[in-house]
């Protein structure tokens, strides 16, 4: 069996945990998606409570045999689910991966979990796997998505125009923005002082 560039890992901050996706996780991540119905968001793929088992075994293939590495988000206070996200993307040769298919229950929007969450997997990439570059893609119309990924650090590298096929037929265009190896310091700087890591 191929041993992948990205290998299992538990990220631990001061609020989350990130640990592997597994079909273990099923029912949390069914509670956590009726927080805010978050499958109803017509720009963001979110599973439903009945599409959620596919997607973790969608997800779980896509770690098997394309070197992906989907993670639940738990609260570390409770241990609660509260969200998902990856590795998407994932260019072993070139050592650049995009993160993705983020989402945290309603109740933990806003707040520091996202930062903590992109902080862990940032630092992972770059100091740990030493990506060159991590990107960030997002529907041209979430525009929250949009503005946090700006927040973090990234740079808007351009518009994909009709990306992809929607759901309903339409089309999506996908806004690409990324964080490079040498821009990461100074993000990592950044993104310390928000989560009050700074002395």
């Known amino acids: 069996m191929k041993t992948h560039w990205i290998q299992p890992v538990t990220l631990i901050g001061e609020h989350v945990i990130l640990e592997p996706l597994a079909l273990e996780h099923l029912e949390g991540i069914k509670e956590a998606v009726k927080d805010g119905e978050l499958w109803n968001l017509w720009f963001t793929s979110v599973p439903s409570p009945e599409t959620a088992e596919a997607a973790i075994k969608t997800a779980i293939d896509l770690r098997e045999n394309a070197g992906w590495m989907p993670f639940i988000v738990r609260e570390k206070a409770t241990g609660k689910i509260i969200g ?8 072993e040769v070139n050592q650049r991966l995009e993160i993705g298919y983020t989402w945290y229950s309603e109740s933990y929007q806003r707040t520091a979990v996202n930062t903590e969450c992109k902080y862990l997997l940032l630092t992972h990439a770059f100091e740990k796997l030493e990506s060159i570059a991590v990107e960030f893609r997002t529907n041209w119309h979430n525009h929250r998505s949009r503005a946090a990924i700006a927040r973090l650090g990234a740079k808007q590298d351009g518009v994909l125009r009709n990306h992809q096929k929607s759901v309903n037929g339409g089309y999506r265009d996908t806004v690409v ?20 890591k700074s002395q």
């Open 84 to 91: 998902s996200t990856r590795y998407c993307n994932v260019d």
């Open 177 to 196: 923005f990324s964080i490079i190896n040498l821009e990461w310091p100074v993000v990592k700087k950044a993104l310390e002082f928000k989560l009050g």
